[in-house]
Structures are given as C-alpha cells and as structure tokens.
C-alpha cells in the first residue's frame, strides 16, 4: 500500500508516561518511536494526539480515596479502569517520547481534558456523546483511510480504531508500530474486536 492523499497517519498516544520509566508504562512502549518516525515520511498528512488530563482526573486512582491503579469502577458513564496519575497537562510525562519526530504533523489533538470523562478514543469521549472534532477535521482534508500507531493497543489505539470506523473511515493498525498494556488479555481481545470491526492489520514493511 502506498499512502496518497486521502490517508493519515494517525500517532496515539507516544508520550513521555507511557514509555519505560514512566508513570504507566507500556512494555517494550519506546520501540515504536523508530517506526513511526520512518512512518511519518511516508504520509502527506500526520496527526499526533495527547493524553492531556487535569491533575484530578476522573481516571486517577488516587482521585478516588481507598481504590488502587487498575481497579475498575462504575461512572455514570459506564465502568472506568482506575490509572496511575499520567499525562497531567503541562507535566514532562506527558510530553512527546524524546526522539519522536512531530515537526511533519499538520495537527496536534488533546484529549481527556474534561476532569470528569475519560477519553482513549481520538474521536469520542467516554461519554460516548462528546466529540474531539477529529472527524471532521480530517473529512474537509479529504481524508478517507486512517492509519493507526502508537501506545497503547488495547485502549487507546483500539478505542480510536472502532471509534474511526463508526465514523466511516477505512482503518489500518500499523501491527510494528503499536504496543500494548495487557490488563487482564485485554491484548488479545482488543485484536480480536478490532477484526471483528473490520480493522486491518499491516506491518510497516507493506506501507512504502
Ligand atoms: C491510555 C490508559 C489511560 C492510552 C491513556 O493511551 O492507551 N491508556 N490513558
Ligand atoms: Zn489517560
């Protein structure tokens, strides 16, 4: 496949937290830094996003007193998985990786600012009802394939690979270039629901 004019690159997530090292670490996070940096050059359109939260988000464990990271609760919005605090807005962890490429990105998307809604997806809130403009940002580019990478597989990058297909788009995962946090098989499972969608799964190597 040959990226044209009508595809993005879209890179989740590949931020300062989510490497080795930081506050929720995705293993092996900081190998993906390499792929999509050669990615980039194949694309004419780049978007990265950001986990941006405030310091007392909803999705922080220690928001909610006696609960602890990857303990699950009910919000009126439907079950949330408690994280430890990451990407707090401005905070060095939730800058870019060191040595990811963003000069060649014609956008740059945060999400997860509400304090009272999480979002892994790109496109829609948690809430299911809130949406980031995404969609529509790339509809008047003339965007209509949307390549994913980044961290992590099985929430971040799955949320926005079912939420890019609800909204129309022909969807991609980049298999070498995403990385997983896996709590409780959510790894497996998010493969399975993300063909189940009718995502495809590509290695960098087929996109030239
Ligand atoms: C993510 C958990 C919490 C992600 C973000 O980027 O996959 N996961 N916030
Ligand atoms: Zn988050």
Redesign the pocket.
Known sequence: MTPGAADLLLV??VQVD?LPGGA?PVRDGDAVVAPINALQHRFRHVVLMQ?WHPADHV?FADTHPGRAPFETIALPYGPQ?L?PR??VQGSPGAGFAPGLATDRASLVVRK?LDPRV?S?SAFLEADRTTRTGLAGALTERGITRVVLCG??TD???LWSALDARDAGFDVWVVADAVRG?DVDGSLAQAWARMEAAGVRRIESAALA
Do not use: T
Request: proline share 0%; with cysteine; net charge negative.
């Open positions: 989740i997530d989510f929720l986990d999705s998985v994280w990451h990407c997860g999480d892994y961290l992590a929430f971040c990058v946090i």
